[in-house]
C-alpha cells in the first residue's frame, strides 16, 4: 500500500525556518518524481514545487521561488522541503504528493502556522 | 501560467440529481504528440487530502464510481456526477499538468439542496 507521511510542521515566527519530511513506503520512491503541494486555511490548493526521481529537474512556484528549497534522499525514501524566510501567508497545510498523469497519491498533511 | 477558472463556486443539488462542474484553462492543456489532455479532477472532503478522480481529462481512477465522468478536450472541460449521492458532499478543484506550474481550479463546493 502506498504511504506518504509527513511530518515537521508547527508553530514558527515570521522570518524563521523549518523543514518538512515526507515518508513514502509502499511503492519504488526513487523511480518517481514528487511534488509539494499547499492549502491555507479555508482556501484552496496552491502547488509549490516538484522534483523529478533524480533530482535533475526542479521547479518553483513563483510565491516560494527563492525562499524554498525541495530536495530528496532516495536511499532514505524521504522528500524534504526547506522553508526559509517564512511570512505569515505561508500558513497551510502542506502535502506531499506523486505526479503520475495528476497527482494520484497524497499524504494526510502536516500544518506549518506562521505567527509572532 | 495557466489560469485555470472553475464555474460555479458552489453548487446545491438534490439527492438523485445531476451536478455539472466545469473548468477553463487559460491555454489548451492538450498535448498534441499523445493526444491527451493533461487534466485532472479530484474530490476533497472536510479534513481529508484531495483524491484524484479523472486524469486525462475522462479516464476514471481506479475504484471511482461510475456516476462520476468527465469531457471535455483543449481548454474547456466538464466533471459530471450523474446521480448525486450524499458521500459526494466535497469540494471538487480541477488541475493541469500540462506545464509548470501545475495550477489549480479554485474549487467549487457541492452540497445537498
Known amino acids: 500500500e502506498v504511504q506518504l507521511v509527513e511530518s515537521g510542521g508547527g508553530l514558527v515566527q515570521p522570518g524563521g525556518s523549518l523543514r518538512l519530511s515526507c515518508a513514502a513506503s509502499g511503492f519504488t520512491f526513487s523511480s518517481y518524481s514528487m511534488s509539494w503541494v499547499r492549502q491555507a486555511p479555508g482556501k484552496g490548493l496552491e502547488w509549490l514545487s516538484y522534483?523529478?526521481?533524480?533530482?535533475?529537474?526542479?521547479y518553483y512556484a513563483d510565491s516560494v521561488k527563492g525562499r524554498f528549497t525541495i530536495s530528496r534522499d532516495n536511499a532514505k525514501n524521504s522528500l524534504y522541503l526547506q522553508m526559509n524566510s517564512l511570512r505569515d501567508e505561508d500558513t497551510a497545510v502542506y502535502y506531499c504528493a506523486r505526479p503520475v498523469a495528476g497527482y494520484d497519491y497524497w499524504g494526510q498533511g502536516t500544518l506549518v502556522t506562521v505567527s509572532s | 501560467d495557466i489560469v485555470m477558472t472553475q464555474s460555479p463556486d458552489s453548487l446545491a443539488v438534490s439527492l438523485g440529481e445531476r451536478a455539472t462542474i466545469n473548468c477553463k484553462s487559460s491555454q489548451s492543456v492538450l498535448n498534441s504528440s499523445n493526444n491527451k489532455n493533461y487534466l485532472v479532477w479530484y474530490q476533497q472532503r472536510p479534513g481529508q487530502p484531495p483524491k484524484l478522480l479523472i486524469y486525462w481529462a475522462f479516464t476514471r481512477e481506479s475504484g471511482v464510481p461510475d456516476r462520476f465522468s468527465g469531457s471535455g478536450s483543449g481548454t474547456d472541460f466538464t466533471l459530471t456526477i450523474s446521480s448525486l449521492q450524499a458521500e459526494d458532499v466535497a469540494v471538487y478543484y480541477c488541475q493541469q499538468y500540462y506545464g509548470t506550474p501545475h495550477t489549480f481550479g479554485q474549487g467549487t463546493k457541492l452540497e445537498i439542496k
Open positions: 522534483i523529478s526521481s533524480s533530482s535533475s529537474t526542479i
